[in-house]
Every structure is written in structure tokens, then in C-alpha cells.
């Protein structure tokens, strides 16, 4: 008989706090998707090679297993700008950036499809009543 008392199953990992998205990492999580949701709508199925840029994006981000780490890589990501500026041809910055971002949801899509990515953040409430600027 073991001296120390079996750990309550209903009390286990409860020490252990969920990892959560940051303010910033679910703000850039919403711009992936609202870039994504862009793409949708605008990039015509016939636009190969901007399909072929996202993809491309996807593929590089495969080294990448946790998905709070695509933050800090987006962050830095001026290897996937290039790479679509030479694979999408002439764009807007704002288009390579949406490809880029749509690449970006895909790669968060397929870490957290299994349930066990970070929680993300409520939408922040608006306050009623006046507000005070400065204190």
C-alpha cells in the first residue's frame, strides 16, 4: 500500500493552465481569416498561379507543428513574400499579402482541426456610458 494518496482524476491537470491566444495573436488570427474570406470572393478559379502561391505558402509552413508558433513566423515573413511575389506574378501589395494570410489559415486550419489548438478569445464588448480617454 503506497503512502501517498491516488491524485483525483476530476482534479488532474487542473494546474495546468489551457493555452490561450494573446489579444495580438487572435487579432492576426481574424486578418488571416478576412484575408482568406477576400481571396474567396475575389481571386478567380481560373488564377492559377495565385492558387499555386497559396499552396506554395502552405508547403513552407509545413515545418512548422505548433500552432502558436505560425505567429512568430508570420511576424517575420518576408521569405513567404518573396515566394509569392515570384510565383503569383505582379500583384498589389495588399493581394500578396491576403495570398500569404490565406496560406497562413490553412496551415492554422490543419494544427488545430483535431481540437486541441489554443482557445481563442471572445469579441471584445463596446462599453456604455462615456469613456474616459486619459485618466
Not at 500569404?100 to 486550419?109: A, F, N, P, T, V
Amino acid at each position: 500500500m503506497s503512502a501517498s494518496p491516488e491524485p483525483d482524476p476530476r482534479t488532474q491537470g487542473q494546474g495546468q493552465r489551457a493555452k490561450r491566444l494573446t489579444r495580438l495573436q487572435q487579432l492576426d488570427l481574424n486578418l488571416w481569416r478576412r484575408a482568406s474570406a477576400t481571396v474567396a470572393r475575389r481571386l478567380p478559379p481560373e488564377d492559377v498561379c495565385a492558387h499555386v502561391a497559396i499552396q506554395a505558402v502552405l508547403a513552407v509552413l509545413r515545418d512548422t507543428t505548433n500552432p502558436l508558433d505560425l505567429f512568430e513566423r508570420h511576424h517575420y515573413g518576408e521569405n513567404e513574400y518573396e515566394l509569392v511575389s515570384s510565383v503569383a506574378g505582379t500583384r498589389s501589395y495588399d493581394e500578396v499579402l491576403n495570398l500569404i494570410d490565406s496560406g497562413y489559415l490553412l496551415r492554422w486550419q490543419e494544427l488545430t482541426s483535431n481540437g486541441r489548438g489554443p482557445e481563442e478569445l471572445p469579441p471584445l464588448t463596446r462599453r456604455s456610458g462615456p469613456q474616459r480617454l486619459f485618466p
